[in-house]
């Protein structure tokens, strides 16, 4: 089992930043790709990021390339997502997801494993 706890949402005005943390635990994640989702509400949960532990593979939806990122530091097993100027529609509860195949998928159902959820606002 893995187990994925995000935190660092909040409210923000637009163009401002925020940055979300994703601590995993609970086996070797070094060949799991970690994506990061979104769900706003009265919409299907969307792909916004997916890497892997060794830097490589990232890819971004096209909605936030260019001012989101993805990073990871694997001392403390945790996965960020800097989100830069940020945009009212990018509001949504944001999720972690760890693939154990190693995909660096951006499909949610190829993701075993998901944490609670954090929710970010951003006011216009």
């Known amino acids: 089992q893995v187990q994925l706890v995000e935190s660092g949402g909040g409210l923000v005005q637009a163009g401002e930043s925020l940055r979300l943390s994703c601590a995993a635990s609970g086996r070797t994640l070094s060949r799991y790709t970690m994506g990061w989702f979104r769900q706003a509400p009265g919409k299907e949960r969307e792909f916004v990021a997916a890497?892997?532990?060794?830097?490589?593979?990232?890819v971004y939806a096209d909605s936030v390339k260019g001012r989101f990122t993805l990073s990871t530091n694997n001392a403390k097993d945790t996965v960020y997502l800097q989100m830069n100027s940020l945009k009212p529609e990018d509001t949504a509860v944001y999720y972690c997801a760890a693939d154990s195949l190693g995909r660096a998928a951006t499909r949610r159902w190829m993701y075993d494993y998901w944490g609670q959820g954090t929710q970010v606002t951003v006011s216009s």
């Open positions: 890497g892997d532990w060794n830097g490589g593979s990232t």
